[in-house]
């Protein structure tokens, strides 16, 4: 089944701690992205990748880096994660950047 | 800079229709079009690329006006199932930065 996978669901974790959270697809596309989801917001995008070793910043990339070694996978890490990156994640991923997108079925992180 | 969606929320009868704006003060390559549900994930509805092109979906329909940076999707004898929330994304340029506007709640009541 084509899909894009998002690990974990749900994360609870403290100021300051390191964290990474996977996503990986299954479709060989070439783009990939990372959005935060906040009441009032819509979606924010944080990074995208048009291609592996290619990755560029998005509207909110402030306290997030991402990588992108192999086609599939596209982590998200968050280096020292603040209570202000509390919110809902998305990664998504698209055969090129002007195509349908499939959305993860989203991290709900919260920084306490 | 986020494109800006109009209506912020609409409440329908089954049947109705109804028109989501979203413009951009920039120049665009294409608009994206998603639907949300409350606790999934954006689903993809149509991408419309520069050319005014209309596309359709079911009986959602969108426009793309190239000359005001400014897309119209369009709900037709609307359905329950078309309640969730609308999002448009914008592209200033082919596999560039994606940039969602803040959405338009729908709410289609029988």
């Known amino acids: 089944e084509a899909q894009v996978t998002q690990n974990p669901r749900y994360l609870i974790t403290v100021t300051g701690k390191k964290l990474t959270v996977t996503c990986s697809q299954n479709?060989?596309?070439?783009?990939m992205s990372w959005y935060r989801q906040d009441p009032g917001l819509g979606l924010r995008q944080i990074y995208y990748s048009m291609n592996v070793e290619v990755t560029d910043k998005g509207d909110v990339p402030e306290g997030y880096k991402v990588s992108r070694k192999e086609k599939r996978n596209f982590p998200l890490i968050l280096e020292s994660p603040s209570p202000n990156q509390t919110s809902l994640y998305f990664c998504?991923?698209?055969?090129?950047?002007?195509?349908?997108?499939?959305f993860g079925q989203g991290t709900r992180l919260t920084v306490v | 800079q986020q494109p800006v969606q109009s209506p912020q929320a609409v409440i329908l009868r089954e049947g109705e229709d109804a028109v989501i704006n979203c413009s951009s003060s920039k120049a665009l390559y294409s608009v994206h079009w998603y639907r949300q549900k409350h606790g999934e994930a954006p689903v993809f509805l149509m991408i419309l690329l520069k050319g005014g092109e209309q596309k359709g979906h079911e009986k959602i329909s969108a426009s793309f006006n190239e000359k005001k940076q400014q897309s119209s999707l369009y709900l037709t004898a609307s359905q329950l199932s078309y309640s969730g929330t609308y999002f448009c994304?914008?592209?200033?340029?082919?596999?560039?930065?994606?940039?969602f506007g803040g959405g338009t709640r729908v709410l289609v009541k029988p």
């Open positions: 479709m060989n596309h070439e783009y």
């Open positions: 998504a991923s698209s055969l090129w950047g002007y195509t349908e997108a499939f």
């Open positions: 994304g914008t592209e200033k340029a082919a596999g560039n930065k994606l940039t």
